[in-house]
């Protein structure tokens, strides 16, 4: 159907009437970005989302990732498995609807912990349909179950194959190459960088990244095993590994009370630059947005109320800016928001304000707690700050000169 509308000069109500997986692969962009390299390597973070979505949930710790040997991709973990039961409403296994049906990812489960990720979260199905070929196995009450499907398209009802005393689910997938014209070749790097940066964010869980394309010099394929115990201390350990901490260990705290669960690490190192990351549902936001707001006003503010009590700022005459309290910064905030808004150029922004306030206070309570505890790191932190101010003070004094 949709190559005969792409013939005919299709109308806006015709693509209304396109169904979900067709609009896919005539818009992949709308979906995954981009169909290049970008937009490949997002089909193996959607899958892998799903497996990480399964193991924030409690039901599962070990994820694998492969690339295979004809270039495809495997990612298997050992969770409940995919559902197979016949969905009510579709009359078909839940299993298919998830794979064929855009928007179909883990609704049925209400229990679950799905946060939607912007640009992820946009299902397991976006992949199929961008894919020439994908196969579904899942190991669920000692059986096991499979599906195929090509360009999205089911080959047959989902069949159980065997008996098994495992549990999980495997997806296998080989890209489209006339949706990826660019190039269907994964990168093993590429994919090793973020299944680091998840294993730091989602601690507990270990992801196993295997290249099956070549052999090493002992003959065995290359492979990483990314697991952190630590979480965000453990990722601020691996930036700043070669950078000079100034205090004695990484400052972190973790909130999951209320509304927006929120994690944050910081450390102060002797440099002189920022190094601010921030995260909602696992997706690095390059433009900051109001989770990076409450922490700004987190930080300044509770590292302003213990200077102004410490008694040090008083042989400073100027006032200290934002910027002085974060020289030397390197910081981690991870958030998990229901409903985020993306903004920007990039839609890498957060615009929700409702998330202001509670990283605001969570890293106060956090820092407060830090410095009443830490005495020393404390005053080692505002006279860092203090000198930030100085030296910016100074600078300015000197350009004004100049200009004069
Ligand atoms: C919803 C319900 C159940 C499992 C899953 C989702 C699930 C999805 C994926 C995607 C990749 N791996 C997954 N593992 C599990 C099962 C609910 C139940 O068993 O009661």
């Not at 499907?149 to 296998?172: A, C, N």
């Not at 410490?310 to 006032?319: A, H, N, P, R, V």
């Not at 830490?374 to 860092?384: L, S």
């Amino acid at each position: 159907m949709s190559e005969e509308i792409k013939k005919n000069n299709y109308s806006a109500d015709s693509i209304q009437a396109l169904e979900g997986m067709e609009h896919v692969r005539m818009r992949p962009s709308m979906y995954i970005g981009d169909v290049g390299v970008r937009g490949l390597h997002h089909l193996v973070y959607e899958v892998v989302d799903n497996s990480i979505d399964e193991a924030m949930g409690g039901h599962c710790d070990t994820i694998g990732v492969a690339i295979n040997e004809d270039g495809s991709i495997t990612v298997e973990d050992n969770g409940r498995g995919i559902p197979v039961d016949i969905h009510k409403k579709e009359g078909v296994s839940a299993l298919e609807v998830v794979m064929t049906k855009i928007g179909a990812g883990g609704k049925f489960d209400k229990d679950s912990y799905k946060v939607s990720g912007g640009l992820h979260g946009v299902g397991v199905s976006v992949v199929n349909a961008l894919s020439n070929h994908m196969r579904s196995t899942v190991f669920r009450e000692g059986k096991i179950y499979e599906q195929e499907y090509e360009k999205g398209k089911s080959l047959y009802p989902v069949k159980q194959i065997g008996e098994t005393g495992k549990r999980g689910t495997t997806q296998t997938f080989y890209p489209d190459p006339s949706i990826f014209t660019q190039t269907i070749e994964f990168s093993y790097d590429t994919l090793a960088a973020r299944m680091r940066e998840l294993s730091f964010l989602n601690k507990g869980i270990t992801i196993t990244l295997t290249d099956k394309r070549e052999k090493n010099d002992k003959g065995e394929f290359v492979s990483e095993v990314f697991h952190s115990d630590e979480g965000l201390k453990e990722y601020i350990r691996f930036l700043d590994a070669n950078r000079e901490p100034i205090v004695s260990h990484v400052i972190s705290m973790e909130s999951d009370k209320g509304e927006v669960p929120v994690e944050v690490a910081l450390i102060y190192n002797t440099s002189y630059t920022e190094n601010i990351f921030s995260y909602v549902n696992n997706i690095n936001t390059h433009e900051g947005g109001t989770h990076l707001s409450g922490f700004r006003r987190g930080l300044t503010n509770t590292l302003k109320k213990y200077a102004d009590n410490s008694g040090l700022l008083e042989k400073l005459k100027f006032e200290i800016s934002g910027d002085d309290f974060r020289e030397g910064l390197t910081a981690i905030i991870s958030v998990k928001v229901q409903e985020p808004q993306f903004e920007g150029q990039t839609k890498t922004k957060l615009g929700n304000r409702e998330v202001v306030a509670p990283v605001s206070q969570a890293v106060s309570e956090m820092l407060e707690n830090y410095l009443e505890e830490n005495p020393n790191d404390a005053r080692t932190i505002v006279q860092k700050v203090i000198l930030a101010a100085q030296a910016r003070h100074a600078a300015k004094k000197a350009r004004e000169m100049v200009q004069r």
